[in-house]
Nanobody, 121 residues
Framework: VQLQASGGGLVQAGGSLRLSCSVS????????MAWFRQAPGKERDVVSS????????WYAESVKGRFTVSRDNAKNTVYLQMYSLRAEDMAVYYC???????????????WGQGTLVTVSS
């Protein structure tokens, strides 16, 4: 199983980025997906989750209204569209997958390698 996160980069504050997570080795039809992030010196926190069929989503308060998670199970890919980026959004972003249908940040089975988002002020 491989999760390949991409789309990170350098962006000015207020700008936008779209992260992608391309998955191979499993069918996303059966997996809850999430995006986590880890800033330097901080713990890894969940940013957003999306149900297996994409109908239900969850966002951390800090990104609500600015980030949008989506998925295309036919392409085995999950996305995180990020708008109005702030300095505090700067982190390594990871995608993760689990068969558990809950949105708990626990029990994620598979992880991507991370993609770095840098926000300049």
């Amino acid at each position: 199983v491989q999760l390949q996160a991409s789309g990170g980069g350098l962006v000015q504050a207020g700008g936008s980025l779209r992260l992608s997570c391309s998955v191979s080795g499993i069918s996303l039809d059966y997996y809850t997906m999430a995006w986590f992030r880890q800033a330097p010196g901080k713990e890894r926190d969940v940013v957003s989750s999306i149900s297996r069929n994409g109908v239900t989503t969850w966002y951390a308060e800090s990104v609500k209204g600015r980030f949008t998670v989506s998925r295309d199970n036919a392409k085995n890919t999950v996305y995180l569209q990020m708008y109005s980026l702030r300095a505090e959004d700067m982190a390594v972003y990871y995608c993760a997958a689990k068969r558990d249908s809950s949105f708990s940040p626990l029990r994620y089975e598979f992880w991507g390698q991370g993609t770095l988002v840098t926000v300049s002020s």
